[in-house]
């Protein structure tokens, strides 16, 4: 039997013209979408720390579910935009798609922005556009959207407040050393760069601080100051605040260490307290973080824990539960490049964030 092929395309062309052209006048729609799509996607992952190039993170889990969200976005809008035609109102139909189209651009594009806040906090310029986009994006909206995105903006708001009413601890961001304290510094490297543990410590401590401020989280910074604060003063100020906050606080010591070694590490104090969940919390982030580009973390597991003990000043002598992290070595050149790093010192932000999170909303400690 000989098959008629223009046969065939005859029949094709019958099935699928209507369809296209049904979707023709809302194909620059579908395309808008799905590139803010992609945006938020990419921004996702950088605020998650996920590489690029290697992939290094990719949650398979959550770009399904954003995928999810994005096809139920089109089978909402085109189920809007087919009941409307049909009903002979062509134009009302093309106008109903372009606003909800709008609204879920803003949507992808604000939480796209604010994930690279959230990645690149130093930036002041992404805030400026975060903030500006929000502006601008609500004025090329019809009129009677304002309202309501006024609404579920507020609604947000409330919701935030709340998972604030629920915070439960108070975190204190220690950044150990002072400009003038001695040592505490890289060796000068053959590229001429050093690292100088103040600056670290306190850079660091700024990140956590900007990422704590967006999740609408309340914490202290022990030693605003850049000079040295002795070990005594910063204990006293951090017990002053464990009494104001009724015993409603933890303390995150944040250093860079030294010794020849490699990796990451947490100390508490000696014996169990509630500082060693806080220091467990820590390494599951920093496993989740470090482990799978090789970086080695460096345990204890000899009493059930992974963090080390040791009689440290700071963890001795403070009243709440304290940890203090050892964020890789200042003096092995690898190690040292990667902390001198945008992308190392964002990833070491993340993890005692992470951590400060879960520990604030009890779930912890």
Same mark, same amino acid.
């Given at each position: 039997?000989?098959?008629? /092929?223009?046969?065939? #395309? ?17 194909? +620059? ?12 996607? &990419? ?15 990719? @949650?398979?889990?959550?770009?399904? %579910? ?9 089978? /909402? ?14 134009? +009302? ?5 372009? @606003? ?14 604010? %994930? ?44 935030? +407040? ?9 975190? &204190? ?35 956590? @601080? ?6 609408? &989280?309340?914490? #202290? ?15 006293? #100020? ?53 482990? $799978? ?12 824990? $992974? ?6 000043? &700071? ?33 070491? @932000? ?16």
């Amino acid at each position: 039997m000989k098959i008629d /092929l223009e046969y065939f #395309r005859f029949i094709a062309v019958s099935a699928f013209s209507p369809i296209l052209a049904y979707f023709t006048p809302t194909k +620059g729609f579908f395309i808008a979408l799905v590139v803010m799509f992609a945006f938020n996607v &990419i921004a996702g992952m950088r605020a998650d720390g996920v590489s690029i190039v290697r992939c290094n993170n990719f @949650s398979m889990r959550k770009f399904k %579910n954003s995928l999810a969200e994005l096809l139920l976005y089109i089978v /909402l809008l085109y189920a809007v935009y087919i009941a409307i035609s049909q009903c002979g109102d062509l134009k +009302g139909a093309l106008m109903a798609m372009k @606003s909800l189209t709008y609204v879920l651009l803003y949507v992808y594009l604000c939480n796209g922005l604010k %994930n690279y806040v959230k990645a690149y906090p130093q930036n002041i310029g992404l805030r400026i556009i975060y903030h500006v986009v929000r502006l601008e994006f609500t004025r090329i909206m019809p009129s009677y959207w304002k309202p309501i995105i006024e609404r579920c903006k507020e609604e947000m708001e409330n919701k935030k +407040g709340g998972q604030r009413m629920k915070q439960v601890f108070i975190p &204190i961001l220690d950044n150990g050393h002072g400009i003038d304290t001695a040592g505490k510094r890289s060796p000068v490297w053959d590229d001429g760069t050093q690292l100088f543990e103040w600056e670290f410590n306190r850079d660091i401590v700024k990140r956590v @601080s900007s990422m704590l401020e967006a999740e609408g &989280i309340q914490y #202290r910074i022990l030693v605003p100051e850049t000079k040295d604060v002795s070990l005594s003063a910063r204990c006293k #100020r951090a017990n002053a605040i464990y009494s104001e906050t009724s015993g409603k606080c933890f303390l995150i010591s944040v250093h860079a260490n030294a010794g020849g070694g490699t990796g990451w590490e947490a100390y508490t104090s000696v014996g169990q307290t509630k500082a060693d969940l806080i220091a467990t919390e820590l390494y599951k982030e920093a496993e989740k973080e470090f482990a $799978p580009d090789g970086w080695k973390i460096r345990k204890d597991t000899s009493d059930g824990d $992974p963090d080390k003990e040791s009689q440290f000043y &700071i963890l001795k002598h403070t009243k709440c539960p304290a940890v203090l992290v050892e964020n890789f070595f200042m003096d092995t050149r690898k190690d040292c490049a990667f902390i001198q790093s945008e992308d190392g010192r964002n990833r070491v @932000s993340k993890v005692i964030f992470e951590t400060i999170k879960s520990v604030c909303y009890g779930r912890v400690i």
